[in-house]
């Protein structure tokens, strides 16, 4: 890993790292700008999904976008929530996949995983577990995971064709993606997204829709959609991707599209 990408996804964690010690301490967090900050953050979930979560789980959620209403879950299903900071998503996912599921959560942050697990304790859920690691290197098995939800979190990472990787590693044949994330205008150069927010502010580092598609599709993802779902900063979109990795078919040869 280059120097600068060490630095960045340094400063990525200590962003984080005070979000969450914000929370603990009984204050809110925010991923981007003060500027941008109506783009972000539990207002982005209904009521009754807020309701019942503990109050620090939904002071943390700092997404620009709901993976779990978008991803499908469904009873019984294994999901794993990649960068799952306080754990809003990784509890709704609980409730959706019921008991006989698992919602598994990843982040790097040891005070977001110890705010984490807190909640889940709060919410008395007994089918979650949150693992420490990058998003980039998951501690998880080849095919061990129905779905991957993430909010606002892939734009984050210092290396994506990893993420992408890693991720279509952990998918089960037939698996799913599912999230939400900060996607660029085509026409906007990597010097024009970091005009408008930071790196670690969830903006600088955000991928444009082809340059997102085309990652998607070299690491073995089809029937991918990308859907635009409001603005965040000029010409930046909170965006909601789709994508599946394909059947088995024959011996182990993937489906195609």
Partial sequence: MSEQSVQLREQ???RYAAAATAVTAGGA???GPQEIEEGF???????DEREGLPAEAVAASLGCGNP?????????ERVLDLGSGGGIDVLLSARRVGPAGKAYGLDMTEEMLALARANAARAGAANVEFLKGTIESIPLPAASVDVVI???VINLSVDKDAVFAETFRVLVPGGRLGVSDVVADDALAPA??????DYAGCIAGALSFAEYLAGLRAAGF????????????DGMHSAIVRA??????GQGVPATD
């Fill in 68 to 76: 779990t209403a978008v991803a499908e879950l469904r009873e019984g």
């Fill in 29 to 31: 967090a925010c991923c």
């Fill in 244 to 249: 599946v990795k394909p059947a088995e078919t």
């Fill in 12 to 14: 990525v964690r200590e």
């Fill in 41 to 47: 953050g539990a207002a982005l979930y209904a009521a």
């Fill in 192 to 197: 024009q997204r970091a005009e408008r927010g």
């Fill in 222 to 233: 089809t029937g991918i959609t990308i859907t635009s779902t409001h603005q965040v900063a």
């Fill in 150 to 152: 993430s909010n606002c």
